[in-house]
Every structure is written in structure tokens, then in C-alpha cells.
């Protein structure tokens, strides 16, 4: 086989993009990445991939697919409860509504909705772009001759595609972004959980927060060796690790480890 075949297929591209961090990688090693706005509005984040793409020597190939990661702060997202008898797309979207109008927002034809159950009977996951932030996307990338593959706020994409290194117990997965950490709970490897807390001013404050609310849920719903929490992973915008004293005086014992982009892309 002629080895110019390989040159002909789409260059692979994956990216980020956070409040203080873009981030880029070709294929399966890691290449650049920077400090990007500290505003986390959508808008800005669309202007920072345009920026991320401009910045690229040497350019990224014609045609070159991208897939996507984004702040969780740009979607709407819940968890689903899993019902069954729910199999149509447009069934699946209007049981996701409900759930998003308790917590007061309304998805209609201004967003763009995506319902995904990653085991059957295990609780699912819902997230929502908005339509118009998706149509910017789209066009900076038709601008830089680049097409989106896909597109996920970085729970959906950790919820999705990471490998859990514990299959049995309680397991904690914890996403730190520049201005909220989100908690995702499984047990037995589905999820049964996520919860959100903003960081006002100290991360450290809302890490303990946030892990308190988590143990408070889910003491008494599962034994190993006296500790409630068998391991729990991190990702980290800033590379920074959950404190290790805090997380030892809530979860005695418990396992910790880091984990990256390679995780899920």
C-alpha cells in the first residue's frame, strides 16, 4: 500500500475551549495550548476558537475535522432518570424538557437539544446548545476551510467517553473549570449524578462544598471497607489538584487520580 494514502485522509483535530484555557492537539499528540478570555460567555468563547484556529503554524489542512469540547457554562444540561418505553427522538426530547423546566429553562426551537443514555437503564444525560452560538461555531470553522465533527460540553464528553478505572462501588469524577466544579457520580460504572457549584472566590471553599453535598447524598448507599467513596478522578483547567487534605477529611482513604483530555477524545 502506498504510504501517501494516509495523506489523503482528514487531518484529526482536537480542541478546547474554556474560561482561561484553548486548547489544541493534531492527531494523538498534544501541541498547543494557551490562555484564553476570561469571560465565559458564549460569544467570547466562539471569538477564542476563531482565534485558536488563526494562531495555527503551520495551518490546519483543508477540510480538517475537529472535534470540540466546550465549558459546560455554554450548554443547558441535566441528568435523565432512565424510563423505559422512551425510544423516539422526539420522545426522548420532550421527557428532557420537563426535566429542564424544573430547573427553569425552557428548550425550545431557539436550541439545539441532544438526550444520551450511556447504558441501558442507567441515568442519562442531557445537554442543550443554543442554536445561534452553534451557527457561529459553524461559520468561524467554514471561515478557516475546517469542518466541526462534533461538538460536547465537557460533562457530556467526560460522561460519555471516559474509562472508569473502578467498575464496582462509588465513584467520583470531578470537573474543574475556571468558574464552577461539577461533580459526576456512578455507581457500578453508570452515573447516578451530577451536581454543579460556583466558585465565587476560593476553589478550595467550593471543592469542599461541593464534596460534602456528594457524601451527604450517598452516605449509607454503599459499603467498602468504611469508606463511602472508592476512588475519585479529576480534570483541571489549570492542572490544579482538589486539595488532598480536604478531600482525606471527607472521604478517609479514598483513591485519587487525574485524568486528561486522552481520557475522552
Same mark, same amino acid.
Request: proline share 3%; with cysteine.
Given at each position: 500500500m502506498s504510504r501517501l494514502l494516509p495523506n489523503l485522509w482528514p487531518q #484529526? !483535530?482536537?480542541?478546547?475551549?474554556f474560561p482561561g484555557l484553548m486548547r489544541l492537539q493534531r492527531?494523538? !499528540?498534544? %501541541?498547543w495550548q494557551?490562555?484564553?478570555? #476570561?469571560?465565559a460567555t458564549p460569544i467570547a468563547l466562539s471569538m477564542a476558537l476563531s482565534a485558536l484556529l488563526a494562531q495555527q503554524t503551520p495551518p490546519l489542512k483543508k477540510g480538517a475535522k475537529i472535534t470540540l469540547t466546550v465549558s459546560d457554562t455554554v450548554a443547558a444540561i441535566t441528568t435523565l432518570p432512565w424510563q423505559e418505553g422512551l425510544r423516539k427522538e422526539d420522545e426522548l426530547h420532550s421527557y428532557a424538557q420537563v426535566y429542564f423546566e424544573k430547573l427553569g429553562i425552557k428548550i425550545d426551537h431557539q436550541w439545539v437539544l441532544h438526550v %444520551?443514555?450511556?447504558?441501558y437503564g442507567a441515568t442519562g444525560l442531557a445537554y442543550a446548545f443554543p +442554536?445561534?452560538?452553534l451557527e457561529t461555531i459553524v461559520a468561524v470553522a467554514d471561515e478557516k476551510k475546517v469542518d466541526i465533527e462534533t461538538i460536547l460540553p465537557i460533562s457530556a464528553a467526560a460522561c460519555s467517553? !471516559? +474509562?472508569l478505572s473502578s467498575k464496582s462501588g462509588l465513584f467520583l469524577l470531578l470537573l474543574h473549570e475556571k468558574t464552577h466544579l461539577a461533580a459526576l457520580v456512578y455507581r457500578d460504572g453508570n452515573l447516578i449524578a451530577r451536581d454543579v457549584e460556583p466558585i465565587a472566590q476560593f476553589a478550595d471553599e467550593s471543592c469542599n462544598r461541593l464534596m460534602?453535598? !456528594? +457524601?451527604?447524598a450517598h452516605e449509607g448507599a454503599h459499603e467498602s471497607a468504611g469508606n463511602i467513596m472508592d476512588e475519585i478522578a479529576y480534570w483541571s483547567y489549570n492542572l490544579q489538584a482538589p486539595p488532598a487534605a480536604l478531600v482525606e477529611s471527607i472521604f478517609p482513604g479514598v483513591k485519587i487520580?487525574?485524568?486528561?483530555?486522552?481520557?475522552w477524545e
Open positions: #484529526e !483535530v482536537y480542541a478546547g475551549l492527531g494523538r !499528540v498534544a %501541541e494557551t490562555c484564553a478570555p #476570561e469571560n %444520551e443514555f450511556r447504558h +442554536k445561534s452560538w467517553r !471516559v +474509562k460534602l453535598r !456528594v +457524601k451527604g487520580v487525574a485524568v486528561g483530555y486522552r481520557d
